[in-house]
């Protein structure tokens, strides 16, 4: 997602210095040009051979450095990053870069760079949450700068509190927020389901399905990384929620209906990505069902159908997506689900193609309009949310 991207990392002295190197490597398996800087305190930590081994750049710590004599190394450095991230980053370097102190490789950089910058502090919980330190931050914000807050937890010095490095994986979500897409989903809100629902039987027992969610949140963090302001609303599943997204936990399909319309009217996108179950048990037992030696027969009765609804109360301007998952007959099938349930596009795919199954990692799709099919093919998740993202905005460009 950042081939063609260059990321300077700046790398300040504490102890959270050492997962930098997790996220130098998780940056250069994106594609990134990864050039680090280290204040002189970042080095009693980690040594510069070990983000030079990992990015194959050299690793800048002297303002003074003559390797490159033909050029000025730190305002070269500031012209080729399209991001500026220092993580972690101390108390000092936040009140320096606050205040326009360029008294070293790293500050002298950042300020000649005119790029979005990120900042992702760790340190004592006293030392974070104490007033100077904030005021630093928030300018820091007022400036233009991403202030990533860190979590909560025990610390190195034994302190609890807010102070701890995020995981390298979770700021790597700035990243690609900042670099990997252009935000031409900007200004619109979009509202994506995901995941299995649950219809209980009894206390202990529940009807469901083998929805991963995989493609419901892909879908949705490709949205928020393209500038939508996202509302999830998914069912139970295993997946961690996407960042820059507004997260709504369900488990019934009356459940996901009364979230859904409730949020729907005020929706440019609804994409319907979740595995609603059809029917639910008729009666739902208050004390567990104890096993007999007969057989069982439970009678079920029709769920809230929220596709439907939503497609009989579409707002103008407003585009429907829905998704068929189907074992025969693909094409006619979701054709008749678009006509039926008055949607702009069908997502359409077979469990039973290899790579479209549940709770892969990839997807086979055919799109569907009411005078178009695309099938680009086999994808990944990602790829495949790009791909209705960008039929969603050409039919929405169309009229």
Partial sequence: MLKGKTVLLGVCGG????KACELASLLVKQHAEVHVIMTKNAEEFVRPLTFEALTKHRCVTDTFDREHPEEVTHIALAQKADLVLIAPATANIAAKLAHGICDDMMTSTVLAARCPKVIAPAMNTNMYENPVTQ????????????????????L?????????????QFILQYVLKELAFEKDLAGLRVLVTAGPTREALDPVRYITNHSSGKMGYAIARIAAFRGADVTLVSGPTALEIPAFTNFVSITSAEDLFREVTA???????????????DYRPSHVADEKIRKSDSDMFIPLERTPDTLRHLGSHKQE???????????????????????????????????????????????????????SVESPGIMSKEEVAGCILDKLLSLRKQG
Avoid: H
């Fill in 317 to 371: 301007g407003q585009l429907l997506c829905g998704f068929a998952m189907e074992t025969s007959n693909l094409e006619e099938r979701a054709r008749e689900k678009l006509k039926k349930k008055n949607l702009d596009l069908i997502v359409g795919n077979n469990v039973k193609v290899p790579g479209a199954g549940f709770g892969t990692d990839t997807n086979v799709v055919t799109l569907i309009t009411e005078d």
């Fill in 263 to 277: 949020r729907s009217s005020a929706q440019d996108i609804i994409i319907k990505a979740a595995a609603v179950a």
């Fill in 156 to 168: 190195a010095c034994g302190d609890t509190g807010k102070g701890k490095f995020p995981d390298p």
């Fill in 135 to 154: 005021d630093n931050l928030e300018r820091l914000s007022g400036y233009g700068w991403t202030v990533i807050e860190p979590v909560s937890g025990l």
């Fill in 15 to 18: 102890i959270a210095a050492y």
